[in-house]
């Protein structure tokens, strides 16, 4: 019923930006706790970003500055502007949600995305 669509990815070059969208269906991104997260091969995943219901955004200290999250809820969609992309940066991204709170190291969302590869070349 719920479903999270990533879209937007591609490949860049250092130094470029990338906008990705996660359109959400049957769920109110203002209710909810909305994210992005990236895992590169070899590696963990690890959260980017995140907004809280209540408007409060968090980023990972690797991409602040650079990264923004925001959310529009008359399209229930979420968006993630990457500027001044690195190498370091490529992987696929995800988007996830959950309600009441949002997660930690022993809650994960409960909804995700597929994903969408983000590949940043040197």
């Known amino acids: 019923q719920v479903q999270l669509v990533e879209s937007g990815g591609g490949s860049v070059q250092a130094g470029g930006s990338l906008r990705l969208s996660c359109v959400a269906s049957?769920?109110?991104?203002?209710?909810?706790?909305m994210g992005w997260f990236r895992q590169a091969p070899g590696k963990e995943r690890e959260e980017v970003a995140h907004v809280a219901i209540e408007g409060s955004t968090t980023y990972a200290d690797s991409v602040k500055g650079r990264f923004i999250i925001s959310r529009d809820g008359t399209r229930d969609t979420v968006y993630l502007q990457m500027n001044g992309l690195k190498p370091e940066d490529t992987a696929m991204y995800f988007c996830?949600?959950?309600?009441?709170?949002?997660?930690?190291?022993?809650?994960?969302?409960?909804?995700w995305g597929r994903g969408t590869q983000v590949t940043v070349s040197s």
């Open positions: 996830a949600a959950a309600s009441g709170r949002c997660w930690d190291e022993y809650t994960l969302p409960y909804y």
């Open positions: 049957r769920l109110d991104v203002t209710r909810h706790c």
